[in-house]
């Protein structure tokens, strides 16, 4: 009866916990909803164009920055879902492992690796789209330029990237269309390109491009040189991330080793993890094996990230 009643108390806490965290984040979202519908009737009743900046500047800071790494990783939720989410990896397992009596150590184990499964996933993805976009990037600026040469203007070369090229560079100039026709000027449209996807070769052609657009020149001739470059670049990235494929597998071992030992012992003989935390020598020695785990990976990490 008492695993029953814990079952019932665990889901109803998981239940109103993320209610509670949903209607809070839900505020904001609501308030620019309420604004938006009245900047549209504005603009019904005066005929005058919407301001989509002031309304996206009321949005609170840390959930946009939030939403932009969602949207980095391609991951298409809205913050407080995935935050939910988050709540739920934690505790979902800690709660199973309590409803299967475990012990406290496992419990708390199981609860810390639910809750950095999430942070790890948004990286993953980030990182695996962005690959993918710089190699690309260079085939897309050279469409821009064959656009250029057939007596498009810019925003139709852009269009066409959007159209004819596969994600994740389509849907990302896709977006950069829609912002301009919903009133944002060109080179605003991209620097929240070059924010959301957060790409070096990215960065250098945006900078170049805007800077061309104020000063002018040649935009063919920009387009090819910038195309060359990152085509080098992607060279170099490869070679470099061959070279040092060693080093970060040696890193990776050497933090994960460790913790999946850990999880293992916890899960066949919880008493051997907990002697660890009873004594003083138990708890220094945890304490100097963390630190000295990572400073080693810190070390190994800081010898393989070359920038370039």
Known sequence: MMPIILAVSTGLYLFLFSVAILSILAKDRKRVELRLKDLIQENLDTRKPVKIRKVQQQKMPV????????????????????????VLAALVP?????????????????????A??????????????????????????????????????????????????????????S?????????????????????????TDLSLAVSAIQIQ??????????????????????????EIRVMTATGRASGMIIGSLPIALAAVLMMINPDFVQ??????????MVITGAVMETIGFLLIKKVVTIKY
């Open 63 to 86: 959930s946009r920055a939030f939403a932009n790494e969602l949207v980095s990783a391609d991951i298409r939720m809205r913050p407080e879902e995935f935050l939910i989410v988050w």
């Open 94 to 114: 800690a709660s199973l492992m309590v409803l299967l009596q475990a012990h406290v150590i496992t419990v708390l184990g199981a609860a810390l690796i639910g």
């Open 116 to 173: 950095a499964l999430p942070p790890y996933f948004i990286n993953y993805k980030k990182a695996k789209r962005l690959i993918q976009f710089e190699a690309q990037l260079s085939e897309a600026l050279v469409m821009v330029g064959n656009c250029l040469r057939s007596g498009l203007t810019f925003q139709q070369a852009m269009g066409n990237i959007a159209h004819e090229m596969p994600d994740p560079i389509g849907r990302e100039f």
């Open 175 to 199: 977006r950069v269309v829609r912002e301009i026709n919903l009133g944002s000027n060109v080179d605003l449209a991209l620097t929240n390109l070059a924010e959301r996807v957060k790409s």
């Open 213 to 238: 657009r104020q000063v002018g020149g040649n935009l063919l001739d920009l387009l090819e040189n910038i195309s060359e470059t990152i085509k080098d670049r992607i060279k170099v990235k490869n």
């Open 275 to 284: 002697a660890f935390f009873a004594t003083r020598m138990g708890i220094g």
